[in-house]
């Protein structure tokens, strides 16, 4: 005999659950149906002690990886005839992250209750965002569910390499701040104090530059440990003040104005909004519909109010034309295709091909990103080296000129 624990509905249709012993799964399976109760699930308990140890694992981060494994995986099962339920049982028991499996039994739960899947997501907001939920609505309500599915695995694949790509392009200049950052740190507490010493058995006026440079780095020694708690306190503050909706947007429009890399994030941002646009016009979302869910997965809170306004100016009657240019973000190119568009009645196919250019443009700044920053980092390294090399030899080089003129 085992033991299991068992879900079901009574002959009211009620939803019951417990535990019971019996020699399988199917033996359970009869005693209920004896019993009136129509099995759901039956899970032994060791089995369903593993799945709660699972739980666990719930802080394990859901990637972007994991969703487009999910949505794939959706699309060829309901392509293939599978039921839903049947479809999310065994994306579950095949899912290699925890967390991901968790969520997915809740979506089971939530079926089980009688709500619609887009529902039942709706309660994991983190993990669906409304963009998400949104078209998954639509395909339940046009019964092409799988087609959905297979929309939105394009549109991760396309943010997931879009954020891969800007990842890999900025690992080069942040590793060599952080080492310059470091260089400094180390010249300022070990190297110059080392000369400093050497400097005062001279007994003579030092260059400006190098009482400049002792003077930092006699202040870094002395306050060290109060520099580094104000340093951690203001990155803690940032942080925090990053977090609030005013801290992220004044961020977020400082970050669009950054040389370089702010016309990336831009193009890269209004790429995800023509994309999400043309999905969810392609998918028979209504516009105003589409424009709310869409301006939350721009990533970006100043282009969302910007598509929020346009969202606002069409329900006034304006045209999509006229709100785009007060938008302010958008090019002429695009704002005479977004143009052309509404006067044809193609305004998804127009704005799929708004996005095909902006990333277009995008994978052509991420790929030359790299040649354009080197130039400026050489720049700035030939300064630090170049001030450093003069704070610290120039007296060296006095001392010994004069020390040639003594000589003759």
């Known amino acids: 005999m085992q033991r299991f624990r068992y879900r079901g509905r009574n002959a009211q249709g009620e939803l019951v659950s417990g535990h019971q012993m019996a020699l399988s799964p199917d033996s359970l399976a009869s005693q209920l149906l004896?019993?009136?109760?129509?099995?759901?699930?039956?899970?032994?308990?060791?089995?369903?002690?593993?799945?709660?140890?699972?739980?666990?694992?719930?802080?394990?981060?859901?990637g972007a990886e994991d969703m487009l494994l999910f949505t794939r995986q959706m699309h060829a099962m309901l392509k293939a005839g599978i039921p839903l339920m049947r479809a999310l049982a065994g994306l579950q028991r095949t899912s290699a992250n925890p967390r991901l499996a968790a969520v997915i039994q809740s979506l089971r739960n939530r079926l089980d209750e009688g709500r619609q899947l887009s529902q039942a997501m709706r309660q994991h907001p983190a993990v669906f965002s409304s963009f998400f939920v949104n078209l998954v609505q639509v395909g339940e309500l046009t019964g092409r569910l799988d087609e959905i599915f297979l929309r939105l695995f394009h549109y991760l694949e396309f943010e997931h390499a879009t954020r891969r790509q800007i990842g890999s392009a900025m690992r080069y200049p942040t590793f060599v701040l952080v080492a310059v950052v470091a260089a400094i740190i180390t010249i300022n507490v070990f190297v110059i104090p080392a000369f400093a010493r050497v400097y005062q058995s001279f007994n003579v006026e030092l260059p400006l530059l190098t009482r400049v440079l002792i003077a930092i780095s006699e202040f870094t020694v002395a306050h060290g440990a109060l520099l580094a708690t104000a340093a951690v306190a203001g990155v803690l503050a940032l942080g925090y003040y990053l977090r609030t909706e005013q801290g992220r947007y004044r961020w977020h429009r400082l970050k669009l104005r950054l040389p370089i890399v702010g016309p990336i994030q831009q193009k890269a941002s209004l790429a995800r909004f023509a994309r999400g646009l043309s999905i969810t016009l392609l998918s028979g979302v209504p516009v105003l519909q589409g424009m709310a869910a869409v301006a939350q997965v721009v990533d970006n809170d100043y282009i969302a109010r910007r598509i929020e306004q346009m969202r606002l100016g069409i329900e006034r009657a304006e045209s999509m034309t006229q709100t785009a240019t007060a938008a302010g973000v958008f090019t002429p190119a695009v704002l005479q295709m977004i143009a052309v568009g509404e006067e044809?009645?193609?305004?998804?196919?127009?704005?799929?091909?708004?996005?095909?250019?902006?990333e277009r443009e995008v994978d052509y700044a991420v790929a030359t990103l790299g040649a354009r920053i080197e130039p400026l980092m050489i720049v700035v390294l030939a300064g630090v080296v170049l001030v450093l090399a003069l704070g610290v030899f120039l007296p060296i080089w006095d001392l010994g000129r004069v020390a040639m003129h003594g000589g003759t």
């Open 34 to 62: 004896n019993s009136g109760i129509v099995p759901i699930e039956v899970v032994e308990e060791a089995e369903a002690t593993a799945q709660g140890g699972l739980l666990g694992g719930l802080f394990a981060r859901i």
């Open 344 to 358: 044809t009645g193609e305004l998804d196919a127009l704005m799929a091909e708004v996005a095909a250019l902006y």
